[in-house]
C-alpha cells in the first residue's frame, strides 16, 4: 500500500523547501498524547507537559487531531520558506487559531530559535544536494518510507492513493515534531506538501556545553564554535553566543575552514558557517 504522488514537468520544477509554525505546534501538541510518539523529544516532553496542560480550549483541539489522519484546515502549506506564525494562523478556523496560538506560546516558542536552527541547516544540507545531484537525490534521501521512480514520488505504509502534482508542484517541510513518520496531504488543493523528519533531530535537546577534551585539543572559543555550528549559524550570531567580536570568530573560522572542519556560504545578506561531517566525526 503506498500514496504515488506524480511529478513532472512544471509540478518537478515548483518543488520547494519550506517549514511551518502552524504544524510544529499542532505535531507537538498530538505527540503528547501517546508515551513513544516523542521519545526523541524526551527533555522537552518533561518540560512541556505541565505547561501544556493549563493552556485554555485544549480539549477543543485536542479533539480535532483524534485519529491518525489530520484535519488539513489546521496544517497549511507554507506559502513562503518560514512563514510567520500569524500568517499562518489567519489560514486555520479561529476558534484552532486561538488554542494553537497559546499552544505555540506555552510549549513551541521558548525553543523556536533552538529549532529552527535544525530545521535550517536540513535546508541547507538538502538545498547543497540538489545543486550537486539533482532532484532525484534530494528524494531518496528523505526518508525511508520515500522512494523516487519513473517520474513518481512514493510514500509507503499508508492507504492506497494517487496525487497529481504535475502541474502544481510540491513543497518539501522537514520537521521537528512529525518524528518518525513522513507526512502527506492527500488531497491538496494547489501545491501538496510532504513533511519529514529533519536531519540532526536527535541533537536538538542535547547540552549545548563545550566538551573538555576538545576544549584541550582546539582550545575552548573554536571548540564552542564547532559545538554551536550542529545548525547554520552567522559571525555576528557566533560572536554573540561566544561573547566575542565578529572578527575574532572570523579568524577561528578560517582556522577551522582551513582544517575543513567548517564551511561557509553566502545566503542573501548573511554569511553562514557550518560544521561538516569531519566535525561531527570529531565531536564524536
Known sequence: MAVQVRLAG???????????????????????RGPRAHAVHEPWVRWARERLAGVEGLDVLLARLEGPAKPADLLPV????????????????????DVIRRCHAAVVAP????ITAVLEADIAARAATLAAHGVEAVFAELHPEVTWADGELVLHR????????AEHGLVLCPSAFCWPKAWIALDPVGQGVLRYPARGIGTLWEDRDVPQDLAALLGRTRAGLLTLLAAPRSTTDLANALRVTPGAVSQHVAVLRAARLVTTRREGRHVLHMRTARADALLE
Open 10 to 32: 512544471v509540478g518537478l520544477a515548483r518543488v520547494r523547501f519550506a517549514y511551518s509554525p502552524v504544524f510544529e505546534t499542532v505535531m507537538a501538541v498530538d505527540g503528547m
Open 78 to 97: 507554507p506559502d513562503v520558506r518560514a512563514p510567520d506564525l500569524e500568517a499562518e494562523l489567519r489560514t486555520v478556523p479561529p476558534v484552532e487559531a
Open 111 to 114: 525553543h523556536w530559535k533552538r
Open 158 to 165: 499508508k492507504p492506497e492513493h494517487r496525487v497529481d502534482l
